[in-house]
């Protein structure tokens, strides 16, 4: 959905220029001509006309600290105490209240291992390893188990089930992607088939579809001794569904690489596997970054859709506080500053793109 | 004997065959899983229970009439043409912005282009679920319909929705607003004269039929706690409408303009040389080219849009999903209402897509000029 498959080398050939800022001649362009001044002054009056309640609405005006009635009597700004006062439940949900370190260093342990595999240099054996581990510790910290107190799914919420989401999302539906990409484009009849059922299933219904199919129905088929927690089905949704995005891209990738080369690694006398994992991937995979990044930013948003079937994601947990009854009524500023946290996100992670598409195009890996 | 067997031809079939059994054997597992719990639940499946009454309310029933004691199969015909509406009006408006916001974005002027980029990046970061909420509490949270805002004369805007004029088209009126679309659509065909002569003569016709019918707009009156005449846009309406044009025109116009970018320069730079402007140029020469290359994304993102109007399920507007859903809840019948969403959705994205391959293939044929 959303961005995902509207991306192409057109857009992003665009989003490769860099932006630069030289202020006279930018000022120099904006009075070009009569006509550009007025266009420049109508511009910046509409700015005013937005910026200026704004600043008051949430600076001026604002009352940082207190209570809902101290919002309620100086009603015109905004009321950033209520965020203060709500935020631990806005970043871990329903968590017991003794025990909000433990996700907050679930949430950094996940976000230090995001930030890892993002480094080309780090791109070794020992990654996969440090992810394993510190999967097991991330689960450790959240569950519970030996040495801390049981926490069970139902309570989990905010921040560390967004990242959690997203991350294991991608990170599961990757190698499913190219899996069924490969399938896609395999000679043989029946992976084909079943890779192109799964692929044009998934792309063709909604997301909320793919999670009602995921909680409510899929339950059904299994044993009755063997029932899956909701997280996990909702967590296993998004990976199928970030797969089959994934794998198309993944397909054009592959379809760019010329036939010459498979021949030629053939010839040298590599098997099938080898050139595909050691020539053919690596060169489909570096043309669609671009592709995967734009991917990726639409998941990460798309995550919050889990607000449907009723868990906790960050975007839920601030909406839920706003329908507190004390604080009924503030729900512009969760928005707002669950916004920008999606903001912060969404934006460093195709800042990251540009950054990666570059240096791809510079260094042979 | 064993290398004969393992052979790339009887190896791939071997390999083949056992994918095939283990999927068909994963198949019949779920399959008979299911069978199982269904049979614990009381359940049997089948659609019959569709011509039941549904037993439930619908908020927004586009312009049919809906009452509870209809049945199954109405209240999905009302959920399908509400998905139908806010998709294609969703649609339209979402081109017409993203385009505009598209080659603004484009603009010399580096205050205007920045405004547009700005909205862009903002909108394309957050999701489009939080703008969805955020917009749905805030219609919800005008005021009542006796203090509504009236931004235009006319134009109502309270907890109640958005109440708008309406003209008031008679037949005959209609006919002529056809007539006058088909005039205009048709204008190279006939030719410029007659397509002037035409449209004069239309509009002409269109006018009179007007001023003697009046009021030529039915305009909302506040009658105690209630609007009479125009037509009410619910908040649930307004707001996934809203949701959808504000993300899907911010899309669009990254389409439109790397679209846009993508014309070789010399183009321009022709046209430039025969002395048309940059005005002429954008319409006549770059836009035109332009168009062939977006299509297919335009199309891509109208599917994506009829998808995320599922979306409608967070605010309660009564969107197919979330009828299907609803039903599936009262009745049991989860599996099959589950099952019509997928085909709905599926029947709509293969279509789309056949018909998209369809336009690539004919592009990609050498061009041949008209006579």
Redesign the interface.
């Known amino acids: ?6 991306e ?1 080398p ?5 989003r490769m220029r860099v932006p630069f800022f030289s202020v006279s001649k ?1 000022l120099q ?2 009075f ?1 001509s009569p006509l ?1 001044a007025v ?2 002054l109508c ?2 009056a ?2 005013l006309l937005i910026a200026i309640p704004l600043v008051r609405w949430a600076v001026i005006d604002a009352v940082w600290r207190g209570t809902a009635t101290d919002c309620r009597v100086a009603s015109a700004g905004a009321c950033w105490a209520f965020i203060g006062h709500k935020l631990p439940f806005i970043l871990v949900g329903l968590y017991p209240a003794g025990e909000h370190w433990r996700p907050l260093c679930a949430t950094a342990l996940l976000l230090a291992l995001v930030c890892a595999t993002a480094t080309p240099r780090l791109w070794r054996r020992p990654l996969a390893i440090a992810w394993v581990m510190g999967l097991a510790a991330a689960f450790w910290l959240m569950h519970g188990g030996p040495g801390l107190a049981v926490v069970p799914t139902p309570s989990w919420g905010g921040l560390p089930v967004t990242i959690m989401l997203t991350a294991l999302g991608l990170g599961m539906g990757f190698p499913l992607g190219v899996l069924l990409a490969l399938g896609r484009r395999s000679h ?4 084909r088939t ?1 890779a192109t059922a799964v692929v ?2 998934v ?7 793919v999670l ?2 995921a909680v ?2 899929f339950p ?5 001794e063997m029932q899956l927690d909701k997280l996990l089905l909702a967590q296993m949704a998004v990976a199928v569904f970030a797969a089959a995005y994934l794998a198309e891209a993944v397909r054009s990738g592959l379809q760019m690489v010329p036939r010459g080369r498979m021949e030629a690694a053939r010839a040298l006398g590599l098997s099938w596997w080898q050139a595909m994992h050691l020539v053919i991937l690596p060169e489909a995979l570096r043309i669609v970054i671009p592709s995967f990044i734009s991917i990726s ?1 639409g998941f990460f ?2 995550t ?2 889990i ?2 079937i009723g868990l906790f994601d960050l ?1 839920n947990t601030a ?1 839920i506080a ?1 329908q507190d009854p004390a604080w009924l ?1 503030f ?2 500023e969760a ?1 707002v500053f ?2 920008l946290i ?2 912060c996100g ?2 460093a992670i ?1 800042r990251y793109g540009l950054w990666l598409e570059r240096r791809m195009a510079s260094t042979v890996v | 004997m064993f290398k004969r067997l393992w052979s790339p031809p009887s190896r791939s079939t071997f390999l083949q065959g056992l994918a095939l059994g283990v999927t068909a054997a994963l198949l019949w597992w779920f399959g008979h899983n299911t069978a199982i719990s269904l049979d614990q639940h009381g359940i049997s499946l089948g659609f019959g229970f569709l011509k039941q009454p549904a037993n439930f309310e619908i908020g927004d029933t586009a312009w049919l009439h809906f009452s509870p004691d209809d049945s199954f199969v109405k209240a999905i015909a009302v959920g399908l043409l509400n998905t139908a509406t806010v998709s294609v009006i969703g649609c339209t408006l979402a081109i017409v912005l993203g385009f505009v916001i598209g080659v603004l974005r484009l603009s010399r002027n580096p205050a205007l282009s920045s405004l547009m980029r700005a909205f862009v990046e903002l909108v394309r970061n957050t999701p489009l679920l939080l703008l969805l909420l955020f917009l749905a509490a805030t219609l919800h949270g005008l005021p009542p319909t006796h203090q509504a805002l009236q931004p235009l004369p006319g134009l109502f805007i309270s907890d109640r929705g958005l109440v708008m004029p309406y003209p008031m088209i008679s037949r005959l009126s209609g006919c002529f607003v056809i007539v006058l679309l088909l005039a205009l659509l048709l204008w190279r065909r006939m030719g410029r004269r007659v397509g002037f002569a035409v449209v004069v003569a239309t509009l002409a016709a269109l006018a009179i039929t007007f001023m003697l019918r009046r009021p030529v707009l039915a305009v909302p009156r506040l009658v105690r706690f209630n609007f009479t005449g125009g037509v009410t846009l619910s908040p649930e309406f307004a707001a996934l409408l809203a949701a959808l044009v504000l993300h899907h025109s911010a899309h669009i116009s990254e389409v439109v303009r790397g679209a846009i970018l993508a014309v070789p320069r010399g183009q321009k730079d022709a046209a430039h040389a025969l002395g048309l402007s940059r005005m002429q140029t954008m319409l006549y020469v770059t836009i035109p080219q332009a168009l062939r290359a977006m299509i297919p994304l335009l199309a891509t993102n109208c599917v994506s849009l009829i998808k995320n109007s599922s979306l409608a399920v967070a605010i309660g507007f009564p969107d197919v999903v979330s009828v299907l859903n609803t039903t599936g809840n009262q009745t049991g019948h989860s599996i099959e209402a589950m099952l019509i969403m997928v085909v709905v959705y599926l029947t709509m994205s293969l279509t789309i897509a056949a018909v998209l391959n369809n336009y690539n293939t004919r592009l990609l044929r050498p061009v041949t000029r008209p006579a």
């Open positions: 959905m959303k961005a995902t498959d509207d192409t057109l857009t992003v050939a665009v930018n362009r904006s070009a550009n266009l420049t511009v910046a509409v700015v043989h009849l029946v992976p079943i044009e299933l792309r063709g219904i909604p997301l909320i579809a009602y199919l409510l129905i059904l088929a299994l044993p009755r930013v948003q798309d919050s859709l607000v449907i975007l909406r706003a009524g729900y512009t928005y669950v916004g999606y903001f969404s934006a195709s």
